[in-house]
């Protein structure tokens, strides 16, 4: 495909259980973030994969969040016996450059936790 | 230092006034500075970017401004249309392998 592409488009899931989510970048692009975005906020960075590089995993906001990815293409990002408070919608997006080109975004992953 | 502020949090605007929204930033190492446009329901979605070397960039009835010495920039949207409600982020970003850093945010509504 020729964008992002994220999935599920929907989760729904009971407290407690674990969940994956899946980000499929653009294909060549070495940047890929992780956001989330609670109902009419703003984007709350997670992480950062650029390349082979170490990831920022400065944004993640506990030890319950966690994400790979697979060189430069796929990437998962899980959350461990998730919480109310997680529910948001979760974007993916990313970039073919090293800061000087726009970010592509996916349309989320929207998680609700019950 | 690698923050992006964003002003106002929400905006409203009557049709076919102009929305102004306004960013800074405190990094001077930060040289390219894009606009997201996102509706609800979708990802944020590139609208219109700028480098430094140039004070202003305008994509039909959008516009962005750039004042280096300032350290600001903003969006101008001319001729507001409803359909150009929405929320709005700017952001700034670096070479080097840098993550974009976003702004927080600008609700947007243009009554019709």
């Known amino acids: 495909g020729a964008g992002v592409s994220q999935s599920p488009s929907n989760k729904v899931t009971e407290k407690g259980k674990d969940v994956e989510l899946r980000c499929d970048p653009i294909?060549?692009?070495?940047?890929l973030y992780w956001y989330r975005q609670r109902l009419g906020q703003g984007l709350e960075f997670l992480i950062y994969?650029?390349?082979?590089?170490?990831?920022?995993k400065s944004g993640l906001p506990s030890d319950r969040f966690s994400a790979e990815r697979t060189g430069e293409s796929v990437s998962t990002l899980t959350i461990q016996r998730t919480q109310q408070e997680d529910s948001a919608v979760y974007l993916c997006?990313?970039?073919?450059?090293?800061?000087?080109?726009?970010?592509?975004f996916g349309n989320g992953t929207r998680l609700t936790v019950t | 230092q690698q923050q992006v502020k964003q002003s106002p949090q929400s905006l409203i605007v009557q049709k076919g006034g102009i929305s102004i929204i306004n960013c800074a930033y405190e990094?001077?190492?930060?040289?390219?500075f894009p606009w997201y446009q996102q509706f609800p329901g979708k990802g944020p979605a590139l609208l219109i970017a700028i480098r430094p070397d140039v004070s202003e960039k305008k994509e039909g009835r959008f516009t962005i401004s750039f004042n280096k010495s300032a350290k600001q920039f903003s969006l101008h949207i001319m001729d507001s249309q409803p359909g150009d409600s929405a929320t709005y982020f700017c952001a700034a970003s670096k070479p080097g392998g840098f993550k974009t850093i976003f702004g927080a945010g600008t609700r947007l509504f243009v009554k019709a």
């Open positions: 997006a990313s970039s073919s450059d090293r800061g000087l080109s726009p970010l592509h």
């Open positions: 294909s060549g692009h070495t940047a």
């Open positions: 990094n001077t190492a930060f040289d390219y």
């Open positions: 994969f650029q390349g082979n590089s170490a990831p920022d």
